[in-house]
């Protein structure tokens, strides 16, 4: 059972305990400080009755007592209700059902081992670290120090006793009636004790946790749908992307979101990123807050261990007591060959959806030094294309978002050889030009405008050349440090969709292969096709299904007009959202719906996790080819909704300071608050292939409810040809993928 807040969480069993042998604890900065925590009564532990779920961060567990002898069922119950946050608290409560007054002694075993979080999660031998511990009257001490580094935890009760190993109490509860104590748990770091997030002099209803998750609810759009499985994956996502929030607190407010629960809580570059872009109709701030931090943690120096260098995003930061254990040996790792590129993608949809114009020139400076690194450090060979290979091997092998060690293999099972250049990392970099060019008009710099749109044009032509297949009909995974085109069918040729690279007669393959039943499961795309001789779906990135995954897909489907395609996925991820309860996991199996009436877990997948929660939002984005531009004064959007959600209306999205309404049900004309209007400026209008927009947008009236969505910007007008591939580098040579035919789409050229 796992509760979260923030960058703390616990995991324990479902009765309440927690193990030093399991992958338990109480956690706060990636560090386990309790990881003994254990109630028995009259030296029994109790009988686990139920669970109830709360809030993200709260949970009471029901049990009972054991019997006394010759007595065949206990008249004690005892609830714990336990929540967390900075440190957790623990309200234990004794009913006593029986007749006459009950004495009982209970005992809370209690210890900390300050292990790393890596360590409990993959079960690997920690460094035996020297517990210091002392025991108080009513509370017991337990701390480390580690290089000049410590890290506290206090376990306080009151009316408790001290006793080997942990608390203890001594209660005689009336017939019919209750005992009540609370047990806190207080980290403290560097000798500072972090004040509780649960005051014992304060309600609960009051404390800052509670009324966080209440105000980002409050804020929420209000969905209403035909549809009980989209209604109910929509809440999810604003359950779990509340609880995924974590606070910077030199930025007060500026929330930026945790990969998942409950080994990844944490800041990641490329999981905030995509996630913020996902979430952005919902909710605007969360973009804006990934962007300032990420900006603050941007690349200054060069570090082959860590990876970092001048301008570049990070990958992951972690804040274990011992940075050695790290990914590079330090606390921000930034071996990601993504997460820079779509910095500046986020940057730009940001401002589509209405940041400001200040923010934004606080933050281009960091989108210029991200477009620098792409081509001073991202271009390892000097052909225009981006690469990664790891600096040490402390670093990951694969630095894309498919980062295990066998995601990236050639058709006939072998494995790639670094540099590598991933087919949707090109995307993004194509998507951080056409972003920047985007971002130079807002400012009115028409020069550095055009000088974007032809980098980006250039880009999108030799990558044509180099990663399409005509024998095959869809792009490479990659191009290996050989230039060799890594051939096996991926889903990663749907992010060059998403990005907006690939050549529009090239949308109707890509769909036709990703909509196969080499690809699509029927609730979602896999992540390498059946027919592929490493496929297993039950692998991390070999044939699994990543909701998000295909969510970027259905936008880039949606985006070249392939509606209803976009729609299939859409509809094949809520239906197995349902299947999980309403939550999308960080993943789960590629077997096919036809064989697997229900989707399968993946067993150690996140859950909750920050793009999977965001899934359903950007499902909306998909089915609703929903586009706007705030400082160009355009939106539009379209029905293409699954069949089976019937119909749909949002109300009360943040756009542009504003609170607009998406309607399926009357489809009244359109207006956006009187602010917006439907003519869109060039850069903004919807690409060629698509249809005139079928309005749905009206004003808003206050209400609350989920979300809704957009799409990537649509292609550019033709450029010169002639431009770079890249500042300051020259174009590679093409003679050998000259040589190959362009192709063309068996789907008769353009999309629909």
């Known amino acids: 059972m796992t509760i979260v807040e923030g960058s703390s969480f616990c995991v324990s069993d479902r009765a309440g305990d927690i193990s030093p042998q399991r992958p338990q604890g109480v956690f706060f900065l990636d560090t386990r400080i309790v990881s003994t925590w254990k109630l028995t009564v009259d030296g029994a532990p109790l009988d686990s009755l139920a669970v109830i779920p709360q809030e993200p961060f709260a949970v009471t567990f029901v049990g009972r007592a054991a019997a006394r002898p010759g007595v065949h069922d206990s008249p004690l119950v005892i609830t714990r209700r336990r929540m967390v946050a900075t440190g957790l608290r623990e309200d234990i409560t004794v009913h006593n059902h029986g007749q006459e007054p009950a004495g009982c002694s209970l005992v809370l075993n209690v210890d900390g081992d300050f292990a790393d979080l890596f360590d409990v999660k993959d079960a690997r031998p920690a460094t035996r670290l020297e517990v210091h511990r002392h025991d108080g009257s009513q509370e017991v001490w337990l701390s480390v120090d580690l290089g000049g580094r410590q890290r506290g935890v206090r376990v306080r009760a009151v009316e408790a006793s001290v006793v080997s190993g942990g608390l203890a109490f001594t209660a005689v509860i009336p017939a019919q009636g209750t005992w009540t104590t609370t047990v806190e748990v ?10 509780s997030s649960f005051p014992l002099d304060m309600p609960v209803t009051d404390t800052n946790p509670v009324i966080r998750m209440a105000s980002w609810r409050a804020a929420s759009p209000r969905v209403t749908t035909d549809s009980t499985a989209l209604r109910a ?10 609880a995924l929030r974590i606070a910077d607190p030199e930025r007060p407010g500026a929330d930026v979101v945790a990969a998942g629960a409950p080994w990844f809580m944490a800041l990641f570059g490329r999981d905030s990123l995509l996630t913020g872009w996902m979430a952005l109709p919902f909710d605007p701030g969360l973009a804006a807050g990934t962007l300032h931090t990420l900006a603050a943690h941007q690349g200054r120096r060069a570090d082959p261990m860590s990876e970092e260098e001048p301008g570049r995003i990070l990958h992951e930061v972690r804040l274990g007591v011992d940075p050695s254990r790290a990914l590079g040996g330090s606390q921000i790792y930034y071996g990601s060959v993504d997460a820079t590129p779509l910095f500046v993608v986020l940057l730009d949809e940001a401002v589509r959806w209405g940041l400001d114009l200040d923010s934004v020139r606080v933050l281009l400076p960091a989108a210029d030094q991200a477009l620098s690194w792409i081509t001073e450090y991202g271009d390892l060979d000097g052909d225009g294309f981006v690469e990664y290979q790891r600096k040490t091997d402390r670093g990951l092998l694969n630095q894309g978002w498919k980062d295990s060690e066998d995601s990236v293999n050639f058709a006939d099972g072998r494995p790639a050889r670094g540099p590598i250049a991933l087919c949707e990392v090109q995307a993004y970099v194509y998507a951080a030009y056409r972003a920047r060019a985007h971002l130079a008009e807002v400012l009115g710099d028409t020069s550095a405008a055009h000088a974007w749109h032809r980098r980006a044009t250039a880009l999108r032509a030799v990558f044509d050349e180099a990663f399409w297949m005509p024998d095959r009909g869809y792009y490479a995974m990659a191009l290996d440090g050989n230039k060799q085109q890594v ?19 090239r949308a109707g393959d890509l769909a036709g292969h990703l909509l196969g039943r080499d690809m699509f499961t029927g ?4 992540t390498l096709a059946a027919s592929m001789p490493t496929y297993n779906p039950v692998s991390y990135h070999n044939g699994s299904v990543w909701p998000h995954d295909s969510a970027l897909i259905a936008n880039g489907l949606a985006r070249y007009g392939q509606h209803d395609a976009a729609a299939t996925i859409a509809g094949g991820l809520i239906d197995a959202a349902a299947a999980f309860g309403g939550r999308l996991p960080e993943l789960f199996c590629g077997f096919d719906r036809s064989s697997m009436p229900i989707p399968v877990a993946y067993p150690t997948s996140c859950s909750p996790q920050a793009w999977a929660a965001a899934t359903p939002i950007g499902l909306l984005r998909a089915a609703l080819n929903l586009r706007v531009c705030a400082a160009h004064q355009y939106a539009a959007a379209e029905s293409h909704l699954p069949t089976e959600w019937g119909r749909l209306a949002l109300d009360g999205l943040p756009l542009a300071g504003h609170r607009v309404n998406i309607d399926s049900f009357t489809r009244p004309a359109f207006e956006l608050a009187g602010e917006l209007s439907g003519d869109p400026v060039p850069c903004c209008a919807p690409p060629v292939e698509d249809q005139t927009p079928d309005p749905l947008l009206r004003p808003h009236t206050p209400h609350d409810g989920a979300t809704g969505d957009d799409t990537t910007h649509d292609d550019a007008p033709a450029e010169d040809s002639d431009a770079p591939a890249a500042p300051g580098k020259k174009p590679r040579d093409h003679k050998r993928q000259s040589q190959r035919k362009s192709g063309t789409s068996k789907k008769g050229g353009k999309a629909e």
């Open 487 to 505: 051939d096996s069918l991926t889903s990663n040729v749907g992010h060059c969709l998403w990005g907006g690279i690939a050549l529009p007669e």
């Open 233 to 242: 994956a929509l809440h999810r996502s604003v359950v779990d992307l509340g």
């Open 523 to 526: 609730w979602g795309v896999r």
């Open 186 to 195: 207080l980290p403290s770091t560097d000798g500072q004790e972090h004040a």
